[in-house]
C-alpha cells in the first residue's frame, strides 16, 4: 500500500521549531552535524520489513493478528547483515513495529509481540557483528493499541515504547517516523507529541538521525519510487512540511527539492523496495526489480544528492530470498564496473573563481578517452551551495557539452551519450561563492541491454 493513497486522518502538534543542530540558526549557511554526515557518506542502506504481515501475505495489518502466526523457523539476522555487505550497504534499518502493532521485541507495554524471541535484539546484534549501523521503525499509526486515538495517553505508550527500543540495544544510528496513517475520516484522530517523541530520541541517543517527512535530521524524499528530486537541496524551510503525514503537493514538492534558501540542514533520504511491496509475498518472487532497474535507482538517489535505504524483506522462513541476495550482490558487483576506472584519478583540477557566484573547473585527462559518466561532488562539510553547471569535454581544442544539470550537493551522477575527450571543463553557479568541486570521469560501461538480469 503506498502511503499517500489515503486521506491523513491524524493531525500532529507542529514540530517546527525542534531541535535545531546547534549550527542552524538564521544567517548561518547550514552545515551538516557529524551524525548527518555518517548517515550520508553511508550512501545506502537497506530496510527490512518484517513483522506478521510476512505471514498474513499483507501490507498493511489490522493490529487483529494471533501473535503466534508469527514462526520465522529459520530465522538468521546473520543472513541479512551479510548480504547488506555484499550490497555495500553500512545500515539497515528493521521494522521494530508497523501499523499493526505487532512488535517484534518482547515489549513489557504490549501482548501484541514475539514472547519466545527477541528479533530486535538478534538483529541489533547481527549488525555489530557484522560491523553495520543499526536503525528502528517504529511506527507512530498502531492499530492494535487500545489507547491509540486517546493522545495523551498514546503519547506516553509510544514514548515507553521508543525508551524500550532505544535503552536496551546499544547505539541506533536512525530512527524512521513513518507519516503514514490511514485511519480514514471515520478513524481515531491522534494528536501526536512530536516536540517530545523527537526529544526523547536526542536524549536517548544523541547521535541517532531522524528521519520523517518533517525531518528533524532527515527528510523524506516526496515518493516511494527511488527518485529524489532535480533540484535537491539537503537545506530546508522547516515551516514547509509541519509535520510527518502533512498532505498537499506544496508539501511533496518541498520534500523533493528542499529549498536554496533554507535554514536547516534535512537531506533527503530514497525509500523503496526492491519488490514491488514492502512485506515479502510469494507471488512477487518473480517481481524483484533486475540489476538494470536497480542501477538507475542508484543513479536517481544516490546520484541526486540522496541516500538510498532500498528494502529487501526477509521472508516466512526469516530469511532474504535467494534472488533478492542474488540481486543486491549484482547490483554492486555492476557499480563496481561501472565506476572502476575514474580517468580523472590523481589529474591536477584547476579551479578558476569567475565570479561572486561562479567558477570554472577544468581537468586535463592526459589522453583520449571515451567518456559516458560524470560524477560531482561538493564538499558538503561546508555546506550546498551550486545551483546549476554544465560540462564541456574537449578533444583538439573544440568543446563540447556534454552534460547539463541543477544542484550537486553529495553527489550527481550523470550519464551521457559516450563522447571521446581529452579534458574536461565544469561551470558552475552557485547561490554562495562555490567552493572546490570534485570531478570523476568514467566510461559508458555496461549498457541496460547488456547487463544481467
Ligand atoms: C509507508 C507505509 O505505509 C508502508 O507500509 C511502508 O512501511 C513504507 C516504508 O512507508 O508509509
Known amino acids: 500500500m503506498q502511503r499517500r493513497a489515503f486521506t491523513a486522518a491524524a493531525v500532529s502538534v507542529l514540530a517546527k521549531s525542534v531541535l535545531r543542530w546547534p549550527s542552524q540558526f538564521p544567517g548561518v549557511h547550514p552545515r551538516p552535524s557529524p551524525s548527518q554526515l555518517t548517515w550520508q557518506r553511508d550512501e545506502l542502506a537497506l530496510f527490512l520489513h518484517f513483522g506478521v504481515n510476512t505471514f498474513t501475505d499483507r501490507e498493511w495489518g489490522d493490529g487483529r493478528e494471533d501473535p503466534a502466526i508469527f514462526n520465522p523457523a529459520g530465522l538468521d539476522a546473520r543472513q541479512w547483515a551479510r548480504a547488506a555487505r555484499a550490497a555495500g550497504a553500512r545500515a539497515l534499518i528493521l521494522t521494530a513495529k508497523h501499523h499493526d502493532g505487532f512488535c517484534l521485541w518482547p515489549s513489557r507495554l504490549t501482548t501484541h509481540a514475539v514472547t519466545h524471541r527477541d ?217 563496481t564496473a561501472l565506476f572502476a576506472e575514474d580517468f580523472a584519478l590523481n589529474r591536477r583540477v584547476r579551479w578558476r573563481v569567475t565570479g561572486p557566484l561562479t567558477a570554472v573547473a577544468e581537468v586535463d585527462l592526459a589522453r583520449t578517452v571515451s567518456a559516458g559518466i560524470v560524477r560531482l561532488e561538493e564538499n ?42 581529452r579534458s574536461v571543463r565544469v561551470t558552475v553557479e552557485g547561490v554562495a561563492r562555490p567552493s572546490f568541486l570534485r570531478i570523476g570521469v568514467y566510461g559508458a560501461g555496461v549498457t541496460a541491454a547488456r547487463s544481467p538480469a
Open 119 to 335: 528479533v530486535v535484539r538478534e538483529f541489533t546484534d547481527a549488525c555489530k557483528r557484522e560491523g553495520l549501523r543499526a536503525g528502528l521503525y517504529l511506527s507512530p499509526w498502531d492499530r492494535n493499541a487500545s489507547v491509540y486515538g486517546d493522545s495523551p495517553r498514546y503519547n506516553d505508550f509510544y514514548c515507553d515504547q521508543l525508551t524500550e527500543l532505544l535503552t536496551r540495544y546499544g547505539p541506533i544510528a536512525e530512527v524512521w517516523f513513518d507519516g503514514a496513517n490511514g485511519e480514514g475520516p471515520n478513524g481515531r484522530r491522534q494528536v501526536y507529541d512530536w516536540p517530545r517523541v523527537f526529544g526523547l530520541v536526542r536524549r536517548l541517543q544523541p547521535r541517532a538521525v531522524m528521519f520523517s517527512d518533517a525531518g528533524p535530521d532527515v527528510r523524506w524524499c516526496g515518493n516511494e519510487r527511488g527518485l529524489a528530486g532535480d533540484p535537491n537541496w539537503s537545506t530546508m524551510d522547516p515551516a514547509a512540511v509541519p509535520y510527518p503525514g502533512a498532505p498537499g503537493d506544496a508539501v511533496i514538492a518541498a520534500l523533493q527539492h528542499g529549498d536554496p534558501q533554507g535554514s536547516v540542514w534535512r537531506p533527503a533520504e530514497v525509500d523503496v523496495s526492491i519488490r514491488p511491496g514492502w512485506f515479502h509475498h510469494p507471488a512477487e518472487d518473480e517481481r524483484v526489480k533486475t540489476v538494470d532497474e536497480l542501477t538507475e535507482i542508484w543513479f536517481t538517489s544516490v546520484g541526486r544528492n540522496s541516500k538510498l535505504l532500498l528494502n529487501v524483506p526477509p521472508t516466512r522462513d526469516g530469511l532474504l530470498h535467494p534472488t533478492d541476495v542474488a540481486r543486491l550482490a549484482a547490483l554492486r558487483a555492476q557499480l
Open 380 to 421: 558538503i562539510v561546508q555546506g550546498q551551495r551550486v545551483a546549476r553547471y554544465v560540462v564541456h569535454g574537449g578533444v583538439d581544442g573544440a568543446w563540447q557539452e556534454l552534460t547539463r544539470g541543477t544542484t550537486v550537493g553529495y553527489r550527481k551522477l550523470d550519464r551521457f551519450s559516450p563522447a571521446s575527450v
